[in-house]
């Protein structure tokens, strides 16, 4: 999750449209809370030669796992690809062909759908999501949690919703006085999106919380009855750690107080916690993060990507 500047409003603010709904009932199988975290010691995914490497995103793939991650160079943030078979090795690394604008093509959202591959990321100024290259999201309108940019798309698909599948976009608003909140929004073809009319559906936490300065990246699964959120909280020293919500429709969320949010235990992630991904399993989740040493609110913090996983405890 970055500090992302406070530009001017363009005409685009003014496209969303807003409605009421909720997501279909969640999944009764799978993992349920209350979770345990045990992450490996190492990064799975170094820098290298790059500033920072953050943002995974994983789907299975053609008998693989495809991760489109995010690297900072120092002036630009574009997409990098990358394959593996033990989801700890990672090979074929090699950018990924997206459209930039303003030194923005990344920190995006990965779903397979069949053999194709669907991705949804940050691009521009003011900063808005896109998909294939066009603006599919944008900020809000004047006043609103989202008026500066729209950022950090998580998206799913939830097969059982009424009238047949829907497109669920979890993302960061930031409105004209730097607070970044999460909001949802719905899509029947990924594309025309309609935004939760009650947004935001997460807010900071109270002073003195891991959470205060902000909330972004979102990921969200269904399991054990439950909706469930990890997101990355930003707290007064700039450190990042990694918070757990819950939520019975996907659209009224609550934290989830009874789970430590998750700090880096390593001297690679000690100050930065950031950016998780999911996969869920039998009995357990899967999470990709990512993580870095240097307390600051946007790049620069050495980031590298890691792996861990919430046990469920049931």
Same mark, same amino acid.
């Given at each position: ?50 500033? !920072? ?32 078979? !033990? ?101 029947? !073809? ?125």
């Amino acid at each position: 999750m970055r500090t992302l500047l406070a530009v001017a409003v363009l005409c685009i603010t003014g496209c969303s449209r807003y409605a009421d709904f909720t997501l279909p009932p969640p999944d009764p199988s799978g993992p349920r809370g209350p979770f345990h975290w045990s992450a490996m010691p190492n990064p799975v995914i170094d820098r290298g030669d790059a500033v !920072d490497v953050l943002n995974p995103s994983v789907v299975r793939s053609g008998g693989e796992s495809v991760n489109f991650y995010s690297r900072y160079d120092g002036k630009a943030w574009s997409t990098m690809r990358a394959t593996s078979t !033990d989801f700890v090795t990672w090979q074929n690394r090699a950018p990924v062909d997206l459209p930039s604008e303003g030194g923005m093509a990344a920190n995006g959202s990965l779903l397979a759908m069949g053999t194709d591959l669907m991705y949804w990321y940050e691009a521009g100024a003011p900063p808005h999501i896109a998909l294939k290259g066009q603006a599919v999201l944008t900020a809000g309108p004047l006043g609103g949690f989202d008026e500066i940019a729209v950022a950090d798309p998580d998206v799913i698909r939830a097969s059982g919703a009424p009238g047949g599948a829907r497109f669920f976009l979890y993302y960061l608003g930031q409105d004209r006085a730097q607070r970044q909140r999460l909001g949802v929004a719905q899509s029947t !073809d990924g594309i025309h999106w309609t935004k939760f009319r009650d947004n935001p559906i997460l807010e900071p936490g109270p002073p003195g919380s891991f959470d205060e300065r902000g909330v972004g990246e979102p990921a969200v699964w269904t399991s054990g009855g439950s909706y469930w959120m990890l997101y990355t909280g930003r707290a007064r020293d700039e450190t990042r750690r990694i918070g757990l919500a819950k939520s019975a429709d996907g659209v009224h969320w609550q934290r989830d107080t009874s789970f430590p949010p998750i700090a880096g235990d390593q001297p690679w992630n000690r100050a930065v916690m950031c950016d998780p991904s999911v996969e869920v399993l039998a009995g357990k989740i899967r999470v990709w993060f990512g993580g870095g040493d240097v307390p600051r609110p946007d790049q620069n913090i050495h980031g590298q990507i890691g792996m861990g996983f919430l046990f469920s405890l049931r």
